[in-house]
């Protein structure tokens, strides 16, 4: 479960959002002392991530509606499962019925793809990261649902560590002016990562001694070139252009990880709803 503390605001915003004028809808058209239940369908086969945000968002709403979790994150469920229910006041179960749906359907959106890739690349010794493509406030839900869907996380934000691309490296004027810059201003325990293009410039990147070496748009031929000059003396990252059709190749070239700004720029969200059952 993601940390409490993290995310309450986040859904307080949600929520506000869809409501700060109330639900002119459900304000004057249900009984407040209505009681009725909800099941929460998947319409499509997919992972199921987000349960424990979308009870969130109810019980921020009425802390006395009753979530009951069907399937737990990580499950794989087929079209017409149902994932979850809930029980309580129709007029609670209605205001918040779309925020949830949106966390739940976009978190599982995320970690089917996730999956997708996770299972592509299983036979080798890589790993599959997201990158920081996310949607601007929800970078903690759609990082935790790229790990339930079996791939994980690259940096969390700016700070977690050095990573010199290609704007910096022009700034700077040059690999080696932008390495040893920062290596005399960070931390000793911060990691360096540097964009390369081509061999040359890995080249360049492992006399720095740089910790690891992002090779961006390089060509499947380049890559195990790389991995021979590197020799295990970094770690390799592939970046750039990375489908499910191929990232296999790209995992038998020996790189290390993988990143795939897809696991969270243009997911698809999976199609999730949630039903009144007939009084």
Sequence with gaps: MLDKF???DIIKNALREDMNGGDITSDYLIDKLSIGKGIITSKEEGIICGLDIAELVFSTLDSTLTFTKLKKDGDMVTKGEDIATIEGSLFSILKGERVALN?????????????????????YKVRVVDT???TPGLRVFEKYSVKIGGCFNHRHNLSDAVMIKDNHIIAAGGIKQAV??????I?????????????E???????LNTDIIMLDNMSIENMKKAVNITKGKAILEASGNVTEENVIEIAKTGVDIISVGALTHSVKSLDISLNILNL
């Design 187 to 199: 931390p000793h325990t911060t990691k360096i990562e540097v964009e390369v293009k081509n061999l």
């Design 201 to 207: 410039e890995l080249q360049v990147a492992l006399d």
């Design 180 to 185: 040893e810059k920062l290596r005399k201003n």
């Design 6 to 8: 993290l995310i309450e």
């Design 132 to 134: 920081r493509k996310t």
């Design 103 to 123: 966390f739940l359907q976009r978190m599982s959106g995320i970690a089917s793809k996730s999956r997708i890739f996770a299972d592509r690349v299983k036979e």
